[in-house]
Each structure stands twice: as structure tokens, then as C-alpha cells.
């Protein structure tokens, strides 16, 4: 590498919190996470792209890995791969999963972060409180986005509860 690319590379940090209420009870809200069917309907499924697979081993150091592929009604180029790759750091079932993920487009890394997942009882209800803290290189989607995009699929969470 020489002494101009590597100044040429650079990365940002952000970090956002989100708080998330639900009706369901925090084994249901937790289990929608740790069950692979459920997770991959609301996480991985959806308008906007396409999944070629979805594979998840929910336990302490299991890894969860979607691929998928951008439709065109997506900002980035159809057919573009996307990877999301996962290593499941801290369980406490019902309570907390703490995760750390890496994304990356056409197979060039964009985004390394670690996020907190707590379930916190809500009279009859869920708090769910999600934490990222991120890094993203060049050409990423930054934390602005990012957070967008999680709050989306938090509406998703929400609709696979029947919420």
C-alpha cells in the first residue's frame, strides 16, 4: 500500500441509542431474535433486496451471516451483494445480547460495530434498549443512515410480534 492510499483512507465513529416499546413481554421480544425463523422473516426478508441466504447460530461466539443482493429501487446498483456478518458476544436470555457485526458491498467492508440489545420489563410490556456504537470507512452509510435503518427494522420487529 503506499503512503497515499493510506492517506486517503478514512473512517468515522458514531455511536446512537434507541429506545423501543412493545406490548409483548420480553421473552417474546427476546425470542424473536434468538429463533432463526423468526429472526431471518423480520431481519433478513423484505422489499428492497433480495436474500440469497440467512444462516444463524444463536449461542455465545455463533455467527449469524445474511447475503443478499439490492433491487432497483435501492440507491445503490441493482444486483449490488451485501454482506452482514455477526459474532454473538454476551447472552443473557430474556435480558441482553450484546453482538458485533461488520457489513460490507460488493464484497469491500464498510462498517464494523458492537450493539447492545437490553430487555427490559414495561408493565405487562418490552423496553427494548438498542445500542450501536460503529465505525465506518470511506463510502459507507454513515450513522445518521444507519440508525434509520435500524428503526426500520424495529417497525419490522414490531409486525412480526403482531404489533
Known sequence: MSIQTASARTVTHGSFTIE??????????FDAFADPAKKRRWFAEGP??????????????GE????????????IEEGTPCSNDTVYMDIVPGRRIVISYSMSLGGAPFSVSLATMEFLPQGTGTLLV?????A??????????????????LGQLAAELGE
Open 48 to 61: 428492497g433486496f433480495h436474500l440469497d441466504s440467512f444462516v444463524m447460530d444463536f449461542r455465545v461466539g
Open 64 to 75: 449469524e451471516k445474511s447475503r443478499f443482493r439490492f433491487v432497483a429501487d435501492k440507491p
Open 130 to 134: 438498542f445500542t450501536e456504537q460503529a
Open 136 to 153: 465506518f470507512f470511506e463510502g459507507s452509510d454513515g450513522i445518521v443512515m444507519r440508525e434509520q435503518g435500524t428503526r426500520e427494522l
Open 20 to 29: 423501543r416499546a412493545f406490548r409483548s413481554g420480553p421473552a417474546k421480544v
